[in-house]
């Protein structure tokens, strides 16, 4: 688990640290907010899964993943996509070198990856689509969620495209109190 590895500091630290900070918002996004979101979209994803049953450890793996999938931004900082993408081996050392400092990095099972990787993606385009204001950074960033969900199992996909498209219509507002049209009973884990 990566959250035992985290100290105290390290945990209060994603309070405090920017997203975005090289793209136009119109507000801040912490990386707390963003770890946390991406924990509830994947905990969602994996329920639509239709192929994969989660354990209650693959839920606590899930889980762990998904809070800490960035963690090592506390000390490197949000390095912009474009970068990451010239220089991945810079960025991969990064990742080591934090979780090395921390007692080494847990591997973690394909399926759980890919979920996260999803919602991450899923969360990045939901708030730059709200916040943002570059419209064809908006675009890029539903091109890579369409990209990811097109090989998902048809639920899923279908899930995220509506929540996209009611976003992009505009009838979707990030307001307290609704449930959303999407709700549907929750699903006992296995």
């Known amino acids: 688990m990566r959250i035992y590895d985290l100290t105290g500091q390290d945990i209060l630290a994603t309070q405090h640290l920017t997203r975005w900070h ?9 990386l707390a907010e963003h770890l946390g979101t991406v924990a509830m979209l994947s905990v969602k994803i994996a329920a639509l ?14 889980l762990d993943y998904a809070l800490t999938h960035d963690a090592h931004e506390i000390e490197f900082g949000d390095p912009p996509s474009p970068a990451v993408r010239i220089f991945p081996e810079a960025h991969a050392a990064a990742i080591t070198h934090f979780w090395k400092r921390r007692g080494g990095l847990s591997p973690v099972a394909p399926h759980i990856e890919r979920i996260v990787a999803i919602a991450d993606k899923l969360e990045a385009a939901l708030f730059y689509q709200l916040e943002g204001e570059d419209p064809g950074l908006k675009a890029a960033c539903w091109q890579k969620v369409r ?3 097109s090989s998902a199992p048809l639920p899923v ?3 995220a495209s509506q929540l996209m498209k009611s976003v992009e219509i505009g009838t979707f507002t990030p307001q307290p109190g609704g449930a959303g049209d999407d709700h549907q009973p929750r699903q006992p884990v296995a």
């Open 22 to 30: 090289m793209v136009r918002t119109r507000r801040a996004q912490t």
């Open 49 to 62: 899964w239709d192929t994969v049953t989660l354990s209650l450890d693959d839920m606590a793996n899930l």
């Open 147 to 149: 990209e990811l969900v």
């Open 157 to 159: 996909a279908l899930w």
